[in-house]
């Protein structure tokens, strides 16, 4: 048992990881895995683990929440995940929702935004969660942002 048991899980690098909640052994492999820290993006009544943040600082790592409304996800959302990565940049980070779409889109956009990921490679991440889904809000968000960074003078 590790974070690779965690649902939905991809290693996106050697620092970054993602999945579907963790449970509360999965948050102590990723504490014994030399995570530094956890950043949450399901909304407060999705949690898996009571008093997850309280828990993951109680294992010496770092906690963010940042609750996506599934039916309405902003800019600001997409932009608080963003500071957050930009935070944690050498840090060996989990990120989870309820079962990795969230993390998934966020993730893609800001690699695309700050990593430098063509439009391919964040498609071909999100579609190993999002293949054979249809989520005509999400599509379109993806899609507003992604056009921001294919128009913009850098993309």
Do not use: K
């Amino acid at each position: 048992m590790g974070t690779e048991d965690i649902y939905n899980y991809r290693q996106v690098s050697d620092r970054v990881i993602t999945g579907g909640h963790p449970t509360e052994q999965q948050l102590r492999d990723a504490a014994s895995e030399n995570f530094d820290a956890v950043i949450n993006l399901a909304p407060v009544d999705h949690r898996s683990v009571p008093d997850e943040d309280e828990l993951v600082r109680s294992l010496g790592m770092a906690y963010t929440h940042i609750p996506v409304v599934w039916d309405s996800p902003t800019v600001a959302d997409l932009e608080a995940f963003e500071q957050a990565m930009e935070d944690l940049t050498d840090a060996r980070v989990l990120v989870h929702c309820a079962a990795n779409f969230r993390v998934t889109a966020f993730y893609s956009l800001y690699a695309r935004r700050h990593l430098g990921w063509t439009a391919a490679e964040a498609h071909a991440f999100r579609s190993s969660i999002w293949d054979g889904s249809d989520y005509p809000i999400w599509n379109a968000f993806i899609a507003e942002v992604d056009g921001e960074q294919s128009s913009s003078p850098s993309g």
